[in-house]
């Protein structure tokens, strides 16, 4: 049997492709991390048929004995005729056997993987992450490899994703905050030594306040910086007023984004989640800041002055 038909051509092609996944969905791309994810899941279930028995692979089509013959080891064929199974039906076969349970999610992920679902890929396949991590745990349990030896650096941000004593917004920061440091140290690997801090060191455009219109002129957007949770950079952040006070104005943090590695989180939630420290936000000399216990409690602009 043809050596890319192999355990190990399946498993490395699931691992190149799960990797892909991760960094695809840490730069947002969830369209790729569908496309990627998919092929992950596709690979490691072959691997674990061919493992179980080689003619698992077997695509079963008008009755042509050839293939389970090439794939008993007793047949040679030309590689443009031999066929194995598709997503699905591996899937299929490895839950027939007991070792995959069912799951509408992974379905979904292979669904969008395949453009079969009718839907705005991104829109869905964000959260299907701890669905590709669970799935592949399960797959390598079968085959008896550790997560760790299959994830490699990747495993931190997968364990979190499949953590259910966490929130899912918990989870999804942190996930993204993981993914965030390793896409930014690869920006850096190859260059100078010294070439990352250097960045890190790097001035990012100052604070500034920009007037929001409508009936109260005290009003203001606060673009700032803070210290990035995930590459510890300088990031940016919007602080948004909410409403008008007899002293200025309640204002919320509603944005963090980073240049330097792409983090963005939105919504005190999220900023709450990640771990920043709001109150060492660098603000305007003319603009002072009464900070609130704790995000999301509105926030009180005590005074304003845009003089």
């Known amino acids: 049997m043809d050596d890319s038909l192999s355990f190990k051509s399946f498993l490395t092609g699931s691992g190149r492709a799960a990797y892909k996944a991760m960094e695809d969905h840490g730069r947002g791309e969830y369209d790729e991390f569908a496309l990627h994810g998919g092929v992950a899941v596709e690979r490691l279930a072959k691997a674990v048929l061919v493992k179980k028995n080689p003619t698992y692979l077997v695509e079963m089509r008008n009755g042509n004995s050839d293939l389970l013959l090439y794939f008993g080891g007793d047949l040679e064929l030309d590689q443009?005729?031999?066929?194995?199974?598709?997503?699905?039906?591996?899937?299929?076969?490895?839950?027939?056997?007991?070792?995959?349970?069912?799951?509408?999610?992974?379905?979904?992920?292979?669904?969008?993987r395949n453009g079969t679902a009718h839907t705005t890929v991104g829109d869905e396949a964000r959260s299907?992450?701890?669905?590709?991590?669970?799935?592949?745990?399960?797959?390598?349990?079968?085959?008896d490899m550790s997560a760790e030896q299959f994830w490699g650096?990747?495993?931190?941000?997968?364990?979190?994703?499949?953590?259910?004593?966490?929130?899912?917004?918990?989870?999804?920061?942190?996930?993204?905050?993981?993914?965030?440091?390793?896409?930014?140290?690869?920006?850096?690997?190859?260059?100078?030594?010294?070439?990352?801090?250097?960045a890190l060191k790097e001035p990012v455009e100052g604070p500034h306040a920009v007037a929001v219109s409508g009936e109260?002129?005290?009003?203001?957007?606060?673009?700032?910086?803070?210290?990035?949770?995930?590459?510890?950079?300088e990031a940016h952040i919007r602080v948004t007023p909410i409403r008008s006070t007899t002293t200025g104005a309640e204002v919320t943090v509603d944005l963090l984004d980073c240049p330097l590695c792409g983090l963005k989180l939105t919504g005190p939630e999220e900023i709450k989640a990640s771990g920043a420290d709001v109150e060492k936000a660098v603000v305007p000399s003319n603009i002072i800041v009464s900070w609130g216990m704790t995000l999301p409690t509105p926030l009180d602009l005590s005074r304003i002055n845009t003089a």
């Open 216 to 233: 109260d002129d005290r009003l203001i957007v606060l673009i700032s910086t803070l210290a990035c949770p995930a590459c510890g950079g």
């Open 80 to 112: 443009d005729k031999v066929r194995t199974v598709g997503a699905k039906e591996a899937l299929q076969r490895l839950r027939r056997i007991k070792v995959l349970p069912p799951d509408p999610q992974l379905d979904r992920l292979i669904d969008l």
């Open 128 to 143: 299907l992450l701890p669905t590709l991590a669970e799935t592949i745990a399960i797959l390598l349990k079968a085959v």
């Open 153 to 198: 650096r990747w495993i931190s941000a997968v364990n979190v994703a499949v953590d259910k004593q966490r929130d899912a917004i918990q989870r999804d920061v942190e996930v993204r905050i993981k993914q965030a440091r390793h896409l930014f140290d690869d920006r850096f690997k190859g260059l100078p030594e010294g070439t990352k801090e250097r």
